[in-house]
């Protein structure tokens, strides 16, 4: 990776504004991400992850908004550019895909049609040549029979089908970076790693950067070659994909990867049961003093529960947010 | 905001409406009926004749006042009527299901084929013309709303287990259908029936003004329109009056009727009443 | 590959068929209804149709009618009748029902139709309006009006228009048919527009909200569109569903309010023909005059199903 990052985040806030208050829903979020690399943000619902990326892609809607911090995308500020100027960006390079494939498609519009429009919003088609486009989008996504498919509606394609179709509309105009947010959530087991396997090969062929969204740390550790974690509005630890789940640094990730699933171990424990991390996460409107975590934590003290941790180096490469960090 | 408007103006209007109604013969500055003086016919609006008077020299001020009796009766009697016909229907069939719930969805749909006004305009016919006739046809037309509401909350709570538990305990269906389903969906009843009444009013009006509502000479409002019809060039105030204190009451209601919407209702989905 | 369920479409011919058998069991309670409600008549018609209550007469004119007969004889007559679009002979003017209404049937198409088309290209434009900036000035004032519309009488607004356009202006004819045109037509379809304008302004406004909401409209911002266009290429056709809902169920409620306006305006069509009949006690005209009100509206709604089916494609496929 040479060169300026494609896309980096500094000191990033989101106000959530309720109408009587203003509260940061997350803050002092700083990541950076090169050229064709795959980047995962990983939390539990409610972190913060999903409204990060949707102020990337500039669709942050009333009561949010970005609060401070600065968004460059290839070396230009994009977090106050115009209307206009960002609609530019978005969808042409920056794309992205939803969690919900069933609802995520206009159920009126002939699938076709909604790849197609890409073309003619960006790239200043015909509607009948966007049309021959849109064919040729829905082959690149394996669809079978894709002359045919192009003029089904939603309602008569299956859940992976339509998450294929998001795919062909999100890398239609060969976007620089793919945001992918929660993208096999709602699909069954053995269509996720078909749809993962999917996006991931069409973006490394295309270069096309990801940056992924999930509650599954080890689906974003297997796809991604870095990987953050989010806690309650902020970023506890960044680290290479390796890395975080032989040494994790920060207690919430120690959780995180305890809580997962591992074959080989699992087998060779026994009935040993899996983790799971002590009490809940705390509403926007409630987050605890200092780090965060701290009410959850084993290895709380009282530095924990009235100064908010910084962001530290790690001599392995990646950054922690724990006072009390290995 | 705008939540607590529509609150406060619709309730005051309807309150205004009811008083008016309610306090007619202190209210009024002569007997609505019996009053007539030729002498007097066809004044305008003066500091004697706030709403001035008729052709027969009837002063329409109280008229108006008295037409409140009317049409606040009709609108309240008649959509309570509905509400009971359409909850009793709805509640139950939802409840029991089966071949009952068949029936009940047959006559809705039939109820909601033939347009109300119609409906009551046949029912008028068969019946004559009079308050007690008013407050049947308009009390059996307008219920299929309120029905298809009961029967779906009915429909979903029955399967809740607070619904179960009391099943379990021994109580009976009327008991389970008044004190556990019933309460749970008095919210959208509610406003169902204050939106109702408005449209009550509006076809007590248009059924006085075709002649088939309250006999003349007892003053309702839509019968003064009537008579204004025939006057409009040598007496167009006659008009006014009796047409803005519809207006008025009615606005009251609908405006009433969203704000409850507001806070009873949260997550209706349409608002095609 | 994953499995793709309902390709072969339910072709639109077998959908219409059985919208139509649905119809069947309404038209026919319908009927039953009209005919027992005149049949139950406390006292006799036709006592109340003359004057001198010569037992002879009545019951001469009783055996004329065929009203002497058992109820159940009656009835299987009178469908026998209907089915063969025969609706009975009036009592007043001893003419041929079905003639009566066929006359009449023309003006109330137009004064609807025109009504419909007039609340439809005024309201729906004002929701849509309205929506895209909820709270703003031309929404405000767009829902002023809409509750306006609503609560005020019709026949009142009727005569305010024909007061001011007809008496005070002298633009326009303040009442009749005249020559059936546009001038005549104009105020009593505007004065019968005017609520279903309101109510389809508040519908598509809700609607569209609702609707902007969706997961689909956030796909189509981040595809970088314009809101015009969001609102252009995918929000329109989404609401257009609920708002034909909201226009089909309204021709029943325009069809009640058009027996008014058309008193108000003396407009000569199948309204004016059932209040007439109504004070006169003319129950076959009545009868047939509901009925004809009754299966014009299951037409329209019947239309309004097959144009769902054009518009979503989830229902053909049901």
Not at chain 1, 202 to 218: K, P, V
Not at chain 3, 118 to 146: E, H, K, T
């Amino acid at each position: 990776m040479t060169g300026a990052p494609l896309i980096e985040v500094e000191d990033l806030r989101i106000d959530l504004d309720d109408g009587e208050r203003r509260v940061a829903a997350a803050e002092g979020i700083s990541f950076r991400i090169d050229r064709g690399e795959t980047f995962g943000l990983v939390g539990e619902s409610g972190c913060g992850k999903s409204i990060t990326a949707l102020a990337l892609i500039g669709l942050l809607r009333p009561p949010l908004s970005i609060g401070a911090g600065m968004i460059r995308f290839d070396g230009r500020e994009i977090q106050h550019l115009s209307a206009a100027a960002q609609r530019d960006l978005r969808g042409n390079r920056i794309a992205m895909i939803f969690q919900e494939p069933m609802t995520a498609l206009n159920p009126v519009s002939p699938v076709g049609r909604q790849i197609a429009e890409m073309f003619v919003l960006h790239k200043g088609n015909s509607w009948r040549e966007a049309h021959q486009l849109a064919v040729e989008a829905l082959a690149s996504v394996r669809v079978p029979a894709p002359e045919r498919r192009v003029n089904d509606y939603p309602h008569q394609l299956s859940g992976g089908m339509r998450q294929r179709v998001m795919i062909a509309i999100a890398l239609a105009c060969g976007p620089d970076l793919l945001i992918a947010d929660e993208p096999t959530t709602a699909l069954d087991v053995t269509v996720q790693a078909e749809i993962i396997e999917l996006m991931r090969n069409l973006c490394a062929e295309r270069g096309t950067a990801i940056l992924m969204i999930s509650h599954d740390l080890g689906l974003v550790a297997n796809v991604c070659r870095r990987v953050a974690v989010m806690y309650a509005g902020r970023i506890v630890e960044e680290r290479g994909s390796a890395d975080i789940f032989r040494t994790p640094s920060h207690p919430y990730t120690q959780g995180l990867v305890d809580s997962l699933p591992r074959l080989g171990s699992r087998a060779a424990l026994g009935r040993s049961r899996l983790k799971e991390i002590a009490g809940v996460v705390p509403a926007i409107t409630n987050f605890p003093d200092g780090c965060r975590f701290n009410p959850r934590c084993a290895h709380a003290t009282d530095i924990c529960r009235s100064v908010a941790p910084t962001a530290d180096l790690l001599e392995a490469g990646g950054l922690v947010r724990c006072h009390h960090h290995a | 905001m705008k939540l607590r408007a529509n609150l406060v103006i619709g309730g005051t209007l309807f309150a205004l409406a009811v008083l008016v109604g309610v306090l007619a013969p202190w209210l009024a500055h002569t007997d609505p009926v019996l009053d007539a003086n030729l002498m007097n016919a066809e004044e305008p609006p003066s500091w004697t004749w706030w709403f001035g008077t008729d052709d027969q020299g009837r002063d329409i001020y109280s008229r108006v006042v008295y037409g409140a009796r009317v049409s606040l009766t009709v609108g309240i009697v008649s959509q309570l009527i509905n509400s009971v016909i359409g909850v009793a229907l709805g509640l139950s069939a939802g409840y029991w299901g089966g071949w009952w719930d068949d029936v009940v969805n047959a006559l809705t749909n039939v109820m909601l084929a033939i347009p109300s006004l119609i409906f009551a305009l046949a029912i008028m016919a068969v019946l004559g013309p009079g308050l007690t006739s008013l407050l049947i046809a308009l009390g059996l037309t307008n219920w299929s709303f309120t029905c298809r509401i009961a029967r779906a909350s009915a429909l979903s709570l029955r399967n809740q287990g607070y619904v179960q538990a009391a099943t379990v305990l021994g109580y009976g269906d009327l008991r389970i259908m008044m004190t556990q389903l019933l309460p749970n969906m008095l919210g959208p009843i509610v406003v169902i029936g204050t939106l109702g009444m408005g449209s009550a009013v509006l076809s007590e009006a248009a059924l006085s003004f075709l002649g088939l509502g309250v006999r003349p000479p007892f003053p309702s409002w839509g019968s003064m329109l009537s008579d204004a019809r025939d006057q409009i060039t040598t007496a167009p105030w006659l008009s006014v009056f009796p047409g803005l204190a519809i207006f008025l009451t009615v606005l009251g209601l609908n405006l009433l009727g969203d704000g409850l919407r507001d806070i009873l209702d949260p997550h209706s989905r349409s608002r095609r009443t | 590959m994953e499995a793709v369920e309902g390709r072969k479409k339910v072709p639109m011919l077998s959908f219409l068929i059985r919208r139509l058998l649905q119809t069947i069991p309404t038209v026919l309670a319908v009927v039953l209804l009209v005919f027992v409600l005149f049949s139950v008549v406390p006292g006799s018609i036709v006592s109340s149709m003359s004057d001198d209550a010569d037992p002879q007469v009545e019951l001469r004119l009783k055996k004329q009618l065929g009203l002497d007969d058992p109820v159940h004889v009656r009835f299987g007559a009178y469908i026998a009748k209907l089915a063969t679009g025969d609706f009975g002979t009036s009592f007043r003017t001893r003419e041929p029902v079905t003639a009566m209404l066929a006359k009449r049937a023309w003006p109330t198409l137009q004064l609807i139709f025109a009504a419909m088309a007039f609340s439809v290209v005024l309201g729906v434009p004002l929701g849509f309006i309205a929506a895209l900036r909820p709270g703003g000035l031309v929404d405000s004032a767009a829902m002023i009006v809409a509750v306006t519309g609503l609560s005020i009488a019709k026949f009142w607004l009727g005569l305010v228009i024909m007061y001011v356009f007809a008496l005070k202006l002298g633009w326009l004819p303040s009442f009749g048919y005249g020559d059936g045109g546009l001038k005549y037509l104009l105020l009593p379809a505007l004065t019968l527009g005017v609520s279903p304008m309101a109510l389809f302004a508040r519908t598509t406004r809700a609607a569209v909200l609702e609707i902007m909401t969706a997961d689909f409209v956030r796909t189509a911002r981040s595809k970088g569109m314009s809101e015009t266009r969001v609102v252009k290429w995918h929000v329109m056709r989404n609401a257009l569903v609920i708002i034909l809902t909201t226009v089909g169920l309204q021709f029943g409620g325009l069809m009640g309010q058009a027996v008014v306006v058309e008193k108000l305006f003396s407009w000569p069509g199948i309204g004016s023909l059932l209040v007439d009949s109504v004070l006169q006690r003319d129950i076959p005209a009545v009868q047939g005059s509901i009925l004809v009100v009754v299966l014009a509206f299951l037409a329209i709604n019947l239309l309004v199903d097959l144009l769902y089916g054009v518009i979503d494609p989830r229902i053909r496929y049901a």
